[in-house]
């Protein structure tokens, strides 16, 4: 067994040699697959970095339009599913109904577990992509006490999404284009992340060969967690407490500083980090954008901007390199959409959803992988008596 190593957080281990997402937090720069976040972001769509992705490769035409539409064809979800969503409290939060539900689909493909089988990989990858933003929006339809839509395949998945979120059975939905494109975009900026929380989980869960949807179901519930994709919401309410009890950012910044009541200033920091995250350098820009044409909560927004700027001048900051994370101006936009704080976090698990695939064939595939199983140091009790009574 020789020496064990503590590192707590695993700031220094690395668990996987992996090809996917390359991260260099000094410079700021994430790259999928080799290709730079920014030119993704110009040109690509969020079905084609899932491809990408999990595939290696960009598709060509035809391979993007198969893919989507192979996607497309699998989204209905088995009716017995909906039954489900009745048990949950009616304001129950969505994250924890999306894990469960994505938990449940073991019990209705137990003809597509086996992690070693080509083909049934395969599969339990496109009913994965296929069906989460159909469970996403029983959650959210659940939460609101609207009937649950069924899927229209002449929509493409962004589209689709929306319609089942935001559509009413019997009326026609119509797709706002700039909100289809923004939301688009942060699925794609969401789409991987290198060996981050859930995703590290994921492998974990993965590497005791638990399948596909159990997997990600675990790393639904690590994302949950208000420190790793709980903080888009963190953030919103955050700006919202700051609004109403009309606080400078100056002051609250104090508390901050100060640590008092352990405040954080939400959406800042990253364990990798120590630059400008890329993603919230094209976020902040389509945050402007978005609000100017969707017309959305302007003072959150400014109220983002003058902490971020007073941040960025503050030794406090400077001194620790923390920067606005990916979190800290997504809420602004999903909140213009018209989405709930509760849907936050799940927007990011939708977007996400590809990189825990990527992740979880890749782990399968190496053969230098080992079942997860981290050591301790023990610092309990020596040998005792038991007590003779
Ligand atoms: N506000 C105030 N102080 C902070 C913050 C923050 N947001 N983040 C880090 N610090 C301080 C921290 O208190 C510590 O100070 P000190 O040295 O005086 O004890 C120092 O900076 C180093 O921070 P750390 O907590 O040791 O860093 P970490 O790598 O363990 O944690 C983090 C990274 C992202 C959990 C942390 O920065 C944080 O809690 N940020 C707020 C939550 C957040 O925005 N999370 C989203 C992360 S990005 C996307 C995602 O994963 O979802």
């Known amino acids: 067994t020789g020496k064990v190593t503590y590192d707590p957080g695993f700031m220094n281990t690395a668990n996987a040699k992996s090809a996917i997402t390359f991260i260099d937090g000094d410079q700021g720069i994430l790259r999928y697959r080799g290709y730079a976040i920014e030119d993704l972001a110009e040109h690509s ?35 017995d599913i909906k039954s489900f969503f009745n048990g949950f409290p009616r304001d129950a939060h969505p994250m924890p109904v999306l894990s469960s539900s994505v938990s449940a689909l073991s019990t209705f493909y137990p003809d597509s577990l086996d992690p070693f089988d080509e083909e049934q990989v395969h599969i339990s990858t496109v009913r994965l992509m296929a069906k989460l933003p159909v469970l996403a929006s029983y959650a959210f339809k659940k939460s609101l006490g609207q009937p649950f839509m069924y899927p229209k395949n002449d929509l493409n998945y962004v589209e689709n999404f929306m319609r089942l979120c935001f559509g009413v059975p019997a009326e026609d939905y119509e797709i706002d284009p700039t909100m289809a494109k923004a939301l688009d975009l942060l699925l794609m900026l969401h789409a991987d992340h290198e060996q981050n929380c859930s995703t590290s989980t994921v492998r974990l869960v993965g590497s005791a060969h638990a399948n596909m949807f159990a997997s990600v179901s675990a790393g639904i519930n690590a994302l949950y967690g208000p420190l790793h994709g709980g903080a888009n919401e963190a953030v919103l309410n955050m700006l919202r407490r700051i609004q109403a009890e009309g606080m400078k950012p100056e002051d609250f910044m104090e508390k901050v500083k100060n640590k008092e009541d352990g405040v954080k200033l939400m959406g800042f920091g990253h364990r990798v980090y120590k630059n400008y995250d890329p993603r919230a350098k094209i976020i902040k820009k389509t945050a402007a954008d978005i609000l100017e044409k969707l017309g959305g909560n302007d ?4 109220i983002a901007q003058r902490l971020e700027e007073k941040a960025l001048a ?15 101006y997504t809420g602004v936009i999903y909140k213009a959409m018209d989405f709930p704080e509760k849907m ?26 080992k079942i997860g199983r981290p050591r301790q140091i023990y610092v309990g009790q020596d040998l005792r008596e038991f007590p003779q009574r």
């Open 344 to 369: 936050f976090t799940v927007l990011f698990a939708l977007g996400r959803l590809p990189g825990w695939i990527a992740q979880w064939r890749e782990m399968i595939e190496d053969p230098a992988t």
């Open 45 to 79: 769509t969020f079905m084609d970095v899932a491809y990408l992705l999990i595939n290696g490769e960009l598709p060509d035409a035809q391979q993007s339009e198969a893919w989507e539409t192979n996607i497309l064809r699998h989204n209905m979800v088995h009716e």
């Open 299 to 302: 003072e959150l927004l400014e």
């Open 314 to 328: 503050d030794d406090y900051f400077v001194e620790r390199k923390l920067y606005p994370n990916v979190d800290f």
